[in-house]
Every structure is written in structure tokens, then in C-alpha cells.
């Protein structure tokens, strides 16, 4: 039996199920799921996506008692234990997780990577409810372009793509193809105000209520961002940022991440 633990934002979790779900099936094991509410992802599997094949149980808990207790009993229960560490030294090595998964002991994988086989994302569909709203985007494949732009809670991608780049970006696709629309996702209400102001017409957004992690209703608008990114034709995304990545591999369509190379590009030296 695997009972693995996706940890991390939307996208993390994405990426490690996957893995899990396709890991499961080659070693023809049982999998089982931990889904844990948390500051960084406050919502139910069931409400972002349909129940996946292969997966026998999806556990929820809470960051609480219940949850340490549950450690506890894991730590207990289970010879073989994989944290974040572990699963990088695994993949870094080429390590066997199959011939793992098949020893018939129990393993017990905790991470927020992907690490087994490539990101395989159809393998999880969308929740109807979601799919419904981005569907009702209409989004044309062949002229639109998709824009992600990472503020808040990611220094780095704040840092090395900023706005300006993105406005240049866009300004040559329009001089190229004037019937081009751009569906932007941001975490930012005032970058998605400066767009609209500065391409009228041409901006398509998902409205949001909340941009914090722990309402559900934020994660439900992040999906609808992420897959709406992923009907485009191309994305922008920005740099050091898995939702820009997420989003490209979903469908295999291409990403140019915008950004600056280095100091001297940003103008500090």
C-alpha cells in the first residue's frame, strides 16, 4: 500500500498526485490519500477535482491534534517513509520507487514535488462545477494568449518579472496579431487593473471574492485560473512560480517565462 501526502500550494499537489497515481498503477498498489487542510490550500479534493481511478481513499484532515495523532500512528505503521528530502535523493539517485512500492511493505510518501515519471495531468479532471466556469470563458485556443503574473506571496517572481515586461510582451503579440486577447491570472488586483487600462478590450479575467488561501473559495478561483491559462495558445508566466509551469504542462502547450536574466538587466549595476 502507498499512502502518500501531496503537501504545498494547488500546483505542488497537482504534480505529487500524479506521480502517486501513476506510481500505484505500475507497481499495482493500493493507494491511499492524505489530503491536509492547510494556510496554503484550505479545500477539498472533491471540490477541485472528480475522483481519480486508482485511488482507493482520500483521508482529509486538519492542521490540528487529530492530524499530529495521525503522524504519530504513521511513523508508527510505516517501515518506509519518504519526506521531501528523501524524495529528492531518490530521484537525484535514479532510485527504484516501483521495486519500493512492490516490496510489500508499507511506504509513506510526503512531499510537494512530482517524482515519478513525467507530470501526467490527465490523469486528474476537473471538479464540473469548475470546469463549467471555465468553459463559460469561451476561450479561443488560436488567439489567445495567456498571462500569469506572480505578486504576493512570491518575492522572487515579483523581483525578476516585472509588469513592464509583461506589457512589452503583449504590446509585439498585438503588433503582430491585432486580433490577439489575453486571459489574465494574477494574484494581484492592481496588475490586473493596469492591464485592462492598458490593452481596453483585450483582457479576460476570472472575477475573485478573496485572494486568501485558507477560504476554499479562493482555491476553486485558482483552478479556474490555472486551466483557463491552459486552454490558451501560449502562456507568459512568470518566473520561479510552479502555476506558470502547472499550467503550460497541462496541456502540453508552450510557456515563455518573462524575466529579467540578472542584475544587470534589472538595472542595479
Not at 493507494?31 to 479534493?45: H, Q, Y
Not at 503588433?175 to 493596469?194: G, N
Request: proline share 4%.
Amino acid at each position: 500500500m502507498i499512502l502518500c501526502e501531496p503537501s504545498g500550494g494547488l500546483c505542488n499537489r497537482m504534480r505529487t498526485l500524479v506521480s502517486a497515481i501513476a506510481l500505484a498503477g505500475d507497481a499495482d498498489a493500493v493507494l491511499r490519500v492524505v489530503w491536509k487542510a492547510d494556510v496554503r490550500l484550505s479545500c477539498r479534493f472533491e471540490d477541485l477535482f472528480e475522483w481519480p481511478p486508482g485511488l482507493a481513499s482520500i483521508h482529509h484532515v486538519g492542521d490540528g491534534f487529530f492530524y499530529r495523532v495521525a503522524n504519530y500512528v504513521v511513523c508508527k505503521c510505516f517501515p518506509n517513509r519518504l519526506e521531501q528530502v528523501d524524495v529528492e535523493a531518490m530521484n537525484k539517485a535514479g532510485s527504484d520507487f516501483v521495486g519500493l512500492a512492490r516490496s510489500g511493505h508499507r511506504v509513506f510518501i510526503r512531499t510537494h514535488s512530482g517524482f515519478y515519471r513525467d507530470n501526467d495531468f490527465s490523469l486528474l479532471h476537473l471538479a464540473s462545477g469548475i470546469l463549467n466556469v471555465v468553459k463559460g470563458y469561451g476561450i479561443e485556443r488560436s488567439k489567445t494568449i495567456g498571462v500569469h503574473i506572480r505578486r504576493t506571496d512570491n518575492k522572487i517572481s515579483a523581483t525578476y518579472s516585472p509588469t513592464k515586461l509583461f506589457l512589452s510582451a503583449m504590446e509585439t503579440e498585438l503588433e503582430h496579431a491585432p486580433e490577439t486577447v489575453f486571459f489574465v491570472a494574477t494574484d494581484s488586483p492592481q496588475e490586473e487593473e493596469c492591464l485592462k487600462v492598458a490593452f481596453p478590450g483585450k483582457i479576460i479575467t476570472h472575477r475573485k471574492s478573496t485572494y486568501d488561501r485558507t477560504d476554499p473559495q479562493a482555491i476553486r478561483d485558482a483552478a479556474v485560473d490555472l486551466y483557463a491559462l491552459a486552454s490558451c495558445r501560449k502562456i507568459f508566466g512568470s518566473y520561479w512560480s510552479s502555476f506558470s509551469d502547472t499550467a503550460a504542462a497541462i496541456y502540453g502547450i508552450p510557456l515563455q517565462i518573462l524575466r529579467y536574466s540578472d542584475e544587470t538587466d534589472m538595472g542595479y549595476v
